[in-house]
């Protein structure tokens, strides 16, 4: 009975202990499969990002090359004046999110463009004005766009992140402890079963004696 009490709650820990590595186990696959796909993904959105910001980069270029051509050839008074009185339109941004892999990313979206009046006259203006303030508006879209995906591409850098450490902490510190117990629970599970064995033949020999 004394025999039974010592090796049934280390039978019943040692059950517990293999559930829970097993369990981490599958954890572990899981958050790595979420950690590759959410590489893969990033990366995706990373070369799209790229290719948009050089989009938007070139077109922000044109639109100083067309104001700069504007200033070279109108009267800097008139100029400012001419901006001053081009005014200016309020623009409705709206703001959505959607799950990419259990990372909420914001999607930003912008009223669509209604024809704009300019307020200033013709006559003394150089049409590279009109030129840089249409490529400026036309440009808004593009940018808001921008400004979307790059807190998109920051927040899945952080879930990455997040994930590397869970993944990381599973499998170089919970999973190997698990293994460790289970070898040292056997292990004493073994040696109490050979003592018990050695005890047993003991009382036979002193059985067969008598």
Known sequence: MANKLNVNPNRMMLNVIKRRLAAAKRGHKLLKDKQDALIKQFLQKARDVKDLREKVEAAIFA???????????????????????????????????????????????????????????????????????????????????????EKALRLMASEIERTRRRVNALEYVMIPAFEETIRDITMRLDEMERSNLSRLMRIKEIVRSH
């Open 63 to 149: 639109c100083y090359r067309s104001f700069l051509m504007a200033r070279a050839q109108m009267v800097p008074a008139v100029l400012e004046q001419s901006l001053l009185m081009a005014g200016g339109r309020e623009t409705g941004v709206h703001v959505k999110t959607r799950n990419l892999m259990s990372v909420v990313v914001p999607e930003y979206t912008i009223d669509k463009a209604e024809e704009h009046v300019k307020g200033y006259g013709f006559a003394m203006t150089s049409g590279s004005l009109d030129l840089a303030l249409e490529q400026f508006q036309e440009l808004l879209p593009d940018l808001i766009r921008l400004a979307s995906e």
